[in-house]
């Protein structure tokens, strides 16, 4: 397993933050940055001063997701500190607004680039720092979060049996860590259409299949199970620079991430 860089001791950038939310998946393309960016400006909605860590190093979502004016972090040469961009009041920072192309780094340097940006960051006062998680378990999730003194972590998946498979691993590798896992959100769950339900993934927590794995997100006393459906507005402002919980922050989606907000 991998060692604790900061054993026992908080760097300067993270000792004025609150919460901090690990929005996590054990694979890519689930929704887990859709999960993360929304989560963060559904907390800014409530009046929280909110920042949102990208550490997705190989496939940066937030430069996508939200369209800040100024698109380049900016250092403080003086005292070599990373000063965040800023989007609609959110605090943002991602290897994405580095400047750099995508690089082709081995694990060890991912780690290395992760601790180094979301430590040297001036986050300044936060009530919440919402990271998006790279996919996965290894070691540079493990790293990330024994750096990272993580108040809560929720769990991004779609219904199909496999990907419950995945959450259970993840809940173990949180459980491990003496983190709270305090929701899991079924992404992509149905779609309505012509007055009709569809359920493309299958039924997810109703199926009896899976109900098995969801036995284990059970023996590990998840309290929150959260339906988010496939809708084409969320994919739409995904692309678009604008989060669906600010361009409809009356519509059904913006609701479940409320009633997610209250649990973290
Ligand atoms: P991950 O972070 O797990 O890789 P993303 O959040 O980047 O996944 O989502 C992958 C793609 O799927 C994005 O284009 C996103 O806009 C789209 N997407 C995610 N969730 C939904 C949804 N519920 N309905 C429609 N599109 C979605």
């Not at 860089?5 to 000792?15: D, M, R, S, V």
């Not at 800040?68 to 991602?94: C, D, F, H, Q, W």
């Not at 540079?140 to 049996?161: G, R």
């Not at 007055?195 to 039924?203: A, D, E, S």
Request: net charge negative; glycine share 10%; hydrophobic share 40%.
């Amino acid at each position: 397993p991998a060692k604790p860089i900061f054993a026992g001791q908080l760097p300067p950038g993270l000792q004025t933050i609150s919460n901090i939310v690990a929005v996590s998946s054990c694979k890519g393309g689930v929704g887990k940055s859709t999960v993360a960016v929304n989560l963060a400006y559904t907390l800014a909605g409530m009046g929280a001063r909110v920042g949102i860590f990208d550490a997705d190093v190989y496939g940066p979502s937030l430069p996508t997701m939200v369209s800040p004016a100024n698109r380049l972090l900016e250092m403080n040469a003086e005292r070599r500190t990373i000063i965040p961009t800023e989007y609609l009041g959110v605090k943002l920072v991602s290897f994405g607004f580095a400047g750099q192309g995508r690089a082709i780094m081995r694990g060890p340097m991912v780690s290395g680039v992760i601790n180094q940006l979301l430590t040297t960051t001036e986050w300044g006062e936060l009530d919440y720092l919402v990271i998006d998680m790279p996919p996965g378990t290894g070691d540079i999730q493990l790293t990330l979060c024994q750096v990272v003194p993580l108040t809560a972590a929720v769990i991004v998946t779609t219904p199909q049996k496999l990907a419950f498979i995945d959450v259970a691993k993840g809940v173990r590798m949180f459980s491990k860590l003496k983190v709270p896992c305090v929701a899991v959100v079924e992404n992509m769950c149905h779609f309505d259409a012509d007055g009709k339900r569809y359920y493309p993934f299958g039924r997810g927590s109703e199926d009896p299949h899976v109900n098995i794995q969801m036995g284990v997100v059970q023996q590990f006393g998840i309290p929150h199970l959260f339906d988010l459906p496939i809708r084409p507005t969320l994919s739409a402002s995904g692309d678009s620079g604008m989060p669906e919980v600010v361009a409809d922050p009356l519509g059904e989606v913006a609701n479940t991430f409320q009633d997610l907000g209250v649990c973290v």
